[in-house]
């Protein structure tokens, strides 16, 4: 298979004649893959589904589409944990179904970004069976991070790094004879060992598995774990418990190292030996926004997700701060700046923002998300939130699937509730997902909040989001480029660009403002009186000026 890149990729929004890359503006759609469409009557959505709801992306008007992994794996962390870089899981489909659906994307004028997964392998990928093979000190552990244990006969992990998923980040292996042996490293599950970057075949292995995929025509990789790949020297202790409150707080010694920034220079150089504009993207957690935009330096990666803003307090306050900070950071690395509000591994922001009260959490959504399009740079729709969709928080334990969630100290294990399948039509589960189940249950609320029931419904979650990627596509001043604050009210936020005013307000009472242009789009209904405009409460409006 070879690359086939498509003439009719359309431009991201803003200038279509901009000539610094179709990233800097780009809205791309995050396909979490076993829960976007399952076309063979499984319960678990695969490349097919997904290339049968093509349509539905292009008409929606984002401008490319991000996979989460579909290699082969044994499953144990909803596959990023992978046994075969170069091979679709049979749940997902063949090579060729991948191959077909960046041809059909193409078509579309849509683009396709796939997850690669360089931290860890899988426990069951052909290396690690071989480093468990291999003898203490042997060539085949030299891919991964093995370790003799600390205490009188090694029975102690190499040093205290903890698990993002709770517990020690080393497991003791067995020996042949069946005595117990070294530790291996592995910062998520245990069945996801950490490769060891100093080796010069891992890295020439992931040139190669990158010129595969890019080969086959993907536009670019989100790259998971982006900050973790090199770990300090010689392991060295962190001196706390609970690490894994301290990621994007603080740099550790197997986060955020130096040394990742070596590896992802000479990726974007490889990247850049292709046609077509193809793109990196950081998964990366930082302690602060100017270390985050050190991934996004010229000869780094084109764009490194905002996980501040995702993080951020609703309020006008912090969100302004975070707004503020983020462009500056980026801007002194002449990057764009990339927003996001959910993912899937994160609570839903409609959920989020309403801190229990549901209608509260989707009007702040609603706000939030035209905030999010109208701020300069690209941002991220994860799957569903177009739909309004909140977060699953009553799932029995029993279906639950996150590795997370059956371990201690860790994340707080509700992944789950963030992936549930998407609705697209009925009145009955798995409305529409697929001829059969859905590998999560389905709340038999989301019959309303279907692609179905919200289609052609000017007041819905759909249709808004409908709305303003089609004007942001429009609008000459959205996009990349520079934006100013002007006076607000405490508690509203109100910046204007080229042709165009965005005001947002965060609290619990409306506010009376000037008009200040005239109105294109807003969350709740509008009051004119003369001059003066009342703005609702946890509401955004979009004006042309």
Not at 142 to 160: I, K, M, Q, T
Not at 347 to 365: F, I, K, N, P, S
């Amino acid at each position: 298979m070879t690359q086939h890149l498509a003439p009719s990729l359309r431009p991201a929004a803003g200038d279509p004649a901009r000539a610094d890359g179709w990233w800097r503006s780009a809205v791309i759609y995050q396909v979490y893959v076993r829960s976007f469409a399952d076309s063979d009557g499984d319960g678990i959505g695969d490349l097919r589904g997904i290339r049968e709801r093509l349509p539905y992306l292009a008409g929606l008007g984002v401008d490319a589409l991000w996979l989460t992994p579909f290699y082969a794996s044994p499953q144990a962390d909803g596959g990023y944990d992978v046994a075969d870089y170069r091979a679709v899981d049979p749940l997902f489909g063949q090579l060729s179904d991948a191959d077909d659906l960046v041809r059909e994307a193409h078509r579309l004028g849509l683009r396709v970004i796939v997850d690669i997964v360089p931290n860890h392998t899988s426990d069951q990928h052909a290396w690690f069976k071989a480093a468990l093979a291999d003898r203490p000190e042997g060539t085949a552990r030299e891919r991964y991070h093995f370790r003799p244990g600390r205490g009188a006969s090694g029975e102690l992990p190499p040093n205290d790094w903890e698990s993002v998923f709770g517990g020690p980040a080393w497991t003791r292996t067995t020996d042949a004879d069946g005595t117990p042996g070294e530790w291996y490293l592995h910062l998520f599950a245990p069945e996801q060992p950490d490769l060891n970057w100093d080796s010069a075949e891992v890295r020439a292995e992931f040139d190669s598995v990158l010129r595969f995929w890019l080969d086959l025509g993907v536009d670019g990789f989100r790259i998971d774990v982006a900050h973790g790949m090199v770990k300090a020297a010689g392991l060295p202790d962190i001196g706390h418990t609970e690490q894994a409150k301290l990621i994007g707080a603080q740099v550790l010694p197997f986060f955020d190292q130096d040394g990742v920034h070596e590896i992802h220079r000479a990726w974007r150089r490889l990247l850049e030996s292709y046609p077509g504009e193809r793109i990196g993207v950081a998964e990366a957690w930082a302690p602060t926004a100017e270390r985050l935009a050190l991934y996004v330096r010229p000869d780094e990666l084109h764009q490194a997700f905002n996980f501040q803003f995702l993080t951020c307090d609703w309020g006008a306050e912090p969100m302004r701060e975070v707004i503020d900070d983020s462009l500056a950071a980026t801007l002194s690395v002449g990057a764009p700046t990339t927003w996001v509000l959910s993912n899937h591994d994160v609570v839903r922001h409609a959920t989020r923002y309403g801190a229990g009260d549901d209608e509260l959490g989707l009007r702040r959504a609603r706000a939030a998300a035209l905030l999010m399009l109208a701020l300069p740079g690209s941002a991220y729709v994860y799957q569903g939130e177009e739909l309004g969709l909140p977060e699953v928080v009553d799932l029995p334990d029993e279906v639950r699937q996150d590795p997370a969630f059956f371990r201690g100290d860790g994340q707080d294990g509700t992944r789950d509730g963030c992936r549930v399948p998407l609705p697209w039509s009925g009145e009955a589960a798995p409305f529409g997902f697929g001829p059969g189940g859905s590998w999560l249950p389905q709340p038999g609320a989301w019959a309303g909040l279907s692609v179905e029931a919200q289609s052609g419904d000017p007041r819905s979650t759909l249709e808004l989001y409908r709305s303003a990627l089609t004007l942001r596509r429009e609008l000459p001043g959205l996009g990349d480029g520079e934006m100013t604050w002007l006076e607000a009210p405490e508690g509203v936020l109100a910046f204007s660009r080229p042709g165009f005013v965005c005001t947002l307000n965060t609290l619990g009472d409306e506010v009376a403002l000037p008009v200040p242009g005239r109105p294109l789009l807003a969350t709740e209904a509008l009051e004119f009186s003369g001059g003066t405009v009342r703005i609702p409460s946890n509401s955004c409006v979009w004006w042309a000026v």
